[in-house]
């Protein structure tokens, strides 16, 4: 069945720099556009970017753009999340989540913990 | 950015009773809407899509209705799995964005 496998998450000190990977398995990986999404601790869900399934498109939201990069290697069925200049507030479980053909998220990753702290 | 309001944000109800969370857009989002359900400690789970199409594997006893702006999950006859966090989310738009969360407690 469809897997996605979230790692490179870990404690990092403010202003410092961190990256995701989300590994997929037993679907096309090509075929379908990716979304990342997070949680902070006790609080609710917040949509963070998505790449088109060729990485020609690409949108954030307004708390990391500029921040973070979204990307994907097709060769390697992985999607990748390039956080910089991280903040206090961007502690959270970082989920990716694969867009099905109806537009929503089908298949979401176990998330892997990011926190921002000195 | 659309806004997505739920309520009530705490819903304490029984096994068996029907239960129904509401979700408002700041605008309308035709039926681009899907409702998620997440445990503690793990992903969400889809289980609405376009508003009110049921996703594969999903319960019957899951419905969802609504276009526009106003829309609603209900739960016909609640069971013990079902207690859980649910939320809505719409998809009409960049940047997506997710209601607050509707939390199902036991009574």
């Known amino acids: 069945q469809v897997q996605l496998v979230e790692s490179g998450g870990g404690v990092v000190q403010p202003g410092r720099s961190l990256r995701l990977s989300c590994a997929a398995s037993?679907?096309?990986?090509?075929?379908?556009?990716m979304h990342w999404v997070r949680q902070a601790p006790g609080k609710g869900l917040e949509w963070v970017a998505v790449?088109?399934?060729?990485?020609?498109?690409?949108y954030y939201a307004d708390a990391v753009k500029g921040r973070y990069t979204i990307s994907r290697d097709n060769s390697k069925n992985t999607l990748y999340l390039q956080m910089n200049s991280l903040r206090p507030e961007d502690t959270a479980v970082y989920y990716c989540?694969?867009?099905?053909?109806?537009?929503?998220?089908?298949?979401w990753g176990q998330g892997t913990l990011v926190t921002v702290s000195s | 950015d659309i806004q997505m309001t739920q309520s009530p944000s705490t819903l304490s109800a029984s096994v068996g009773d029907r239960v129904t969370i509401t979700c408002r857009a700041s605008?309308?989002?035709?039926?681009?809407l899907a409702w998620y359900q997440q445990k503690a400690g793990k992903a969400p789970k889809l289980l609405i899509y376009?508003?009110?199409s049921l996703e594969s594997g999903v319960p019957s006893r899951f419905s969802g209705s609504g276009s526009g702006t106003e829309f609603t999950l209900t739960i016909s006859s609640l069971q013990p799995d079902d207690f859980a966090t649910y939320y809505c989310?719409?998809?009409?738009?960049?940047?997506?964005?997710f209601g607050q969360g509707t939390k199902v407690e036991i009574k």
């Open positions: 989540a694969r867009r099905n053909y109806s537009g929503c998220l089908d298949y």
């Open positions: 037993e679907f096309t990986f090509s075929n379908y556009a």
């Open positions: 790449i088109s399934y060729d990485g020609s498109t690409i």
């Open positions: 605008q309308s989002i035709s039926s681009w």
């Open positions: 376009k508003a009110s």
């Open positions: 989310q719409q998809y009409n738009s960049y940047p997506w964005t």
